[in-house]
């Protein structure tokens, strides 16, 4: 057994599982595949994404030691990055809503988090305070939809840990896109190695920015954040496929019942729109990406 220099290598250190329950339950003619990439502290993909992004920055110099890390995210990647900027010696500074639930800013305040409150004006000015306040206090700002060090994490490491556990028996990849870091850095990846794979976005149906759809609230954590983020590169993209919040939750449970997988929603609409591309005979054997696990107690 390998023993990792620190936690986030197992973090890094995703696995490719096959789904015959789920599979047989749908009737399908082979087991879809999932890359279970949950293995942090948020339970989702952003641990290994905060804690890549704040190596790469410190490796470029742009991040120097003891340097403020500034993020406009209440969400699950402003956890995962006040967890590796404590971690790494980092203070964090979180730009947030002022409709952020107290206790929603209690947990991240728990997690070392200084929290910085946006009175209004929508997801724009979010992030033009977070710029502010990084250079108020002479910080570096994260950029999480638009800086390319998300998806590079996703071409250095999901991309080749799932090239390493697949090869070419795939002919589909399934994720969600949320801050388009994962879908880009891993096509980029397995086109460079197989240019005929398929790649499929998923988003929800109810708030389908990507496909040009109706702009809405729905239930599916993690993606859907209602806009077309700069980290998305749509010319890797073959098929945007839109999943409803109930679809997504239904496959979450069958999946947990018949395989024992704790997928959260996201990983959910990611299997439904497998079910999708193989009962329309567009792939035989998908891999969908597993970007956040369910607790269950």
């Known amino acids: 057994m ?11 250190h995703g696995s490719v599982v096959s789904l015959a329950g789920y599979s047989g339950r749908h ?31 410190t490796n ?30 980092h203070p964090c500074l979180l730009v947030v809503p002022s409709s952020l639930p107290v206790a929603r800013r209690e947990h991240l305040q728990s997690l070392g988090a200084r929290i910085v409150v946006c009175s209004g004006g929508g997801r724009k000015a979010l992030e033009q305070l977070a710029r502010d306040t990084a250079k108020r ?17 996703h071409r250095r490491v999901t991309g080749r840990r799932i090239l390493q556990a697949v090869g070419d028996s795939i002919d589909a990849v399934v994720a969600g896109v949320g801050s388009g870091g994962t879908i880009t850095g891993v096509a980029e990846c397995l086109k460079a190695w197989n240019p005929m794979i398929r790649v499929v976005a998923v988003e929800p149906s109810e708030c389908a920015a990507i496909s040009g759809g109706f702009l809405g609230h729905h239930g599916i954590a993690g993606i859907g954040p209602g806009f077309v983020p700069e980290n ?56 969908c990406v597993f970007a956040g696990r369910k607790t269950y107690e």
């Open 2 to 12: 390998k023993v990792f220099e620190n936690y986030y290598g197992a973090v890094y």
């Open 232 to 287: 998305y590169n749509p010319y890797v993209v073959d098929t945007v496929l839109p999943v409803s919040t109930p679809d997504a939750e239904r496959a979450a449970r069958e999946v947990l019942a018949f395989d024992g997988v704790p997928a959260c929603s996201s990983a959910g609409a990611t299997l439904a729109a497998a079910v999708q591309l193989m009962q329309k005979g567009l792939c035989k054997r998908p891999l």
């Open 60 to 89: 470029r110099g742009d991040l120097k030691p003891g340097m403020p890390v500034v993020e406009a995210s209440s969400g699950s990647f402003g956890a995962a990055l006040a967890i590796a900027c404590a971690v790494s010696g």
């Open 27 to 57: 009737g399908l003619p082979a087991s879809v595949l999932a890359y279970l990439a949950f293995g942090g502290a948020t339970g989702t993909i952003k641990d290994g994404v905060a804690e890549a992004m704040i190596a790469l920055a």
């Open 137 to 153: 206090y002479g910080g570096y700002f994260t950029n999480y939809f638009a800086n390319d060090d998300n998806p590079e994490f």
